[in-house]
């Protein structure tokens, strides 16, 4: 059973500012994740990496708090070992096997190479990629690297996973198969993902937050998001209109 205090939340951020010289990247943002998917929308540039990279410990916050597990995110230790990451473009060994590729990330995640071993066929199987697990990486198509990657980043079992946009890139089939993985694993796990596909905002999602230049346009339950499109159920064009306004809903 995974350990977590009922009621709070499992990740926050709160009123964290990020500044790159004279870009603010994140403007005093506050967002906060429990179990289930919460999805992270958002423009080109909108701060959505910078969160994840905050909620990591990869980047500190000129102000505000980041707390991930009730602690503070930290590069290395144990907390790390309780999170998952896959990065919007996962860089995989292209000569490891499959199966030592994932089995490796497990073993730098903390576990012994006999334990990492037998997770890494475990989150292989997550991902319906067993039967590559001989193959080199590089001999595996995009869509197979993905859920690769999608293992390695699951191998120890995180209670916290954080996707950068996990579905760029894939073919509609590929994509319903990593909606899937990322819906069965959030059963049991707090998952947020950055994407541009309202789709599978809708077909995934628990909680949707809209960020817009370093600020929340909007935050709430995936049918309160869907609301937004109203009768016309044109959700591109409600989601657009939130950045006409300059106040989150
Ligand atoms: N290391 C950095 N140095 C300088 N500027 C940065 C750095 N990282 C991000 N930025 C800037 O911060 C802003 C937010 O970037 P971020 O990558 O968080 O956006 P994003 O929402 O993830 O975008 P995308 O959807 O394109 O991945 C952008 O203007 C980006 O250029």
């Known amino acids: 059973m995974r350990s977590r205090v009922v009621g709070s939340p499992v990740f926050a951020a709160r009123n964290v500012t990020v500044r790159f010289g004279r870009l603010v990247a994140l403007d005093g943002i506050s967002v906060t994740g429990s179990p289930g ?11 959505k990496s910078t969160l994840v990279a905050c909620l990591l410990g ?59 071993r037998t997770a890494g066929i475990a989150a292989l199987e997550r991902v319906d990629l067993v039967d590559r697990s001989a193959s080199l990486v590089k ?28 579905m760029a890139g894939l073919d509609p089939q590929q994509r319903i198969a990593v909606r899937d993985v990322i819906a069965r694993y959030a059963d049991t796990a707090t998952v947020l993902m950055c994407t541009h596909i309202l789709q599978d905002v809708v077909a995934v999602a628990n ?40 106040t989150s809903a």
Request: charged share 25%.
């Open 37 to 47: 998917v919460t999805v992270l929308l958002g423009p080109n540039g909108a701060g």
């Open 58 to 116: 990869d980047q500190v916050p000129d102000s505000g708090e980041v707390e991930v597990l009730g602690g503070r995110p930290a590069k290395r230790g144990s907390p790390q070992r309780r999170i998952g990451w896959l990065p919007q473009d996962p860089q995989l060994p292209q000569r490891f096997r499959v199966a030592e590729m994932v089995t490796y990330a497990g073993w730098l995640k903390g576990l012994d190479w006999s334990d990492a």
């Open 139 to 166: 001999e595996l198509s995009g869509g197979m690297r993905r859920r690769a990657a999608i293992a390695a980043a699951t191998v120890h079992e995180p209670e916290v996973l954080l996707l950068d946009e996990p």
């Open 207 to 246: 909680r949707v937050v809209v960020v817009d230049h370093g600020v929340v346009r909007f935050d709430g339950a995936t049918e309160a998001f869907t609301a937004l499109s109203g009768r016309t159920g044109d959700l591109e064009a409600a989601y657009l209109s939130l950045f006409d306004v300059r």
